[in-house]
């Protein structure tokens, strides 16, 4: 059995309150609710200022557990974009810069050619994350969105790259890692051995909500915990049996329910719930 | 490269034309656009009744290429069900007996123990299926019906399950085996390899279709071939380096498309994009 959930590694991903809420809002949202950590997203980073963002986040003591988000490798501009993000990163003093690595290149069906531009990408752009300062967390995204988000689909094949491109673990804490989201990745088999293998050093990001059944939509009907079928528990004592010890951010794309709701009842909710999980 | 598609390897899985035909209709269709092989569900096949569906079938020199389905390990009338899956299969000389295996079992979030029934169940039923000579193939489902339909969601997972209770490998068929759908695994960055490791004697049925983008349903929002994203040309190369020689199977479950389509333009597309794949 995992220890009970610590409140004070609760985070909170801004997407989760984004119809509701700006960036200024969500940081004095957590604030008020006794929430620690922030994932911001860049949109609404850019619309608050990053300076001002950065400012705002300092102030009220919270740790920014991942900036949201890196990758997209498909886009023609990516290298610019992905130094403006590790910029952004390193300006919030950000945990990680989440990757969601894009799905298949433009006018190809080839998965295996754009999984190896992925990688390429990740190894021109790993230098200088490493140089700034800011880790970067593959997250590999639920197989239905293999063709237009991410075509990194599995722990095993996120942990692949990290081997071929990452540190040879004598630090700390790698500068290329994963970040384990639970709705992603609840349905594999290898799970377990997945984040066994990945371990303390590499795991830079955990990611929760829940998988409900039925599911209307393939990227904003997630559920909040304790809604859908996720064993939350057991994923969680995977993950501290790989002795991770950071922040548990809530991440919930809810376009039907929770996008509609008063946005401090969806704080209490999830800061309720997370004590179930 | 594979070799040209050869049009008398086609099998209709009736599931395409499923709100139009009635089995018998279907039957009719096959014969009538010259596709030689043909998989019919159970709930259809009840309706024309077994006996009648078999003699349209033989009249017609039609392969059934495998039984829809199987399965279910999860409902309470399981192995009675199965045992008439079993019967059926047989009477209609079918070359499989296709396995959905069902999802989490009722009451409970822990997908560990539900795969361990689902395995003991298999190993239950196997050896009813080999004496009647209808050979088990297990479908691994996309990951996305984990939850409400099949926790075997990869094909290496399938064959992990067919290495602990399968064949000794000596016989000309295995008794188990898995049902390739491209749909459920074009994603999967290990498909060549555990197509490789299933081999010719264990790849019991192939079924193709496409990947839509965007797909606005988890369950009835298949598309024909060429319409999505999968390379049905390469997976093709992957089966028949296999050495896998049986039918290929269309099976569309299309509630906004396909099945609001005259039928026999449904059978004439079918045959004249599977020339292209």
Not at 167 to 172: F, I, K, L, T, V
Not at 189 to 200: C, F, N, S, V, Y
Request: hydrophobic share 40%; glycine share 8%.
């Amino acid at each position: 059995m995992p220890s009970a959930p610590d409140p004070a590694r609760l985070s909170l991903n801004t997407a989760t309150v984004k119809a509701q809420w700006s960036l200024a809002q969500a940081i004095e949202g957590c604030a008020r609710h006794g929430i620690r950590g922030i994932a911001p997203w860049r949109d609404k980073l850019a619309e608050m200022g990053l300076k001002q963002a950065a400012k705002a986040i300092k102030a009220n003591g919270l740790t920014v557990t991942g900036l949201c988000r890196g990758g997209f490798f498909t886009a023609k501009d990516w290298l610019d974009d992905n130094r403006r993000a590790i910029e952004e990163a390193h300006e919030l003093g950000a945990q990680c810069l989440v990757l969601v690595v894009g799905g298949l290149f433009p006018g190809t069906k080839d998965l295996i050619y754009s999984r190896d531009r992925i990688r390429e990408s990740i190894s021109i752009m790993l230098p200088e994350a490493r140089k700034a300062g800011v880790p970067l967390a593959i997250e590999p995204l639920h197989p239905m969105q293999a063709a237009d988000r991410a075509c990194v689909n599995t722990l095993e094949q996120a942990l692949d790259i990290c081997d071929a491109l990452g540190d040879d673990g004598r630090s700390a804490q790698c500068a290329l890692g994963v970040a384990v989201d639970v709705y992603h990745v609840w349905w594999d088999p290898k799970l377990r051995q997945q984040i066994e293998r990945a371990g303390k050093k590499r795991i830079l990001a955990y990611h929760i909500c829940d998988w409900l059944v039925p599911t209307r939509d393939l990227l904003n009907d997630r559920g909040m915990m304790g809604d859908g079928v996720i064993n939350l528990r057991l994923i969680r004592s995977w993950i501290e049996s790989a002795e991770y010890s950071g922040f548990h951010e809530v991440e919930i794309f809810s376009e039907r329910d929770w996008w509609k709701r008063d946005p401090d009842d969806v704080l209490r909710t999830m800061k309720e719930r997370y004590k179930q999980t």
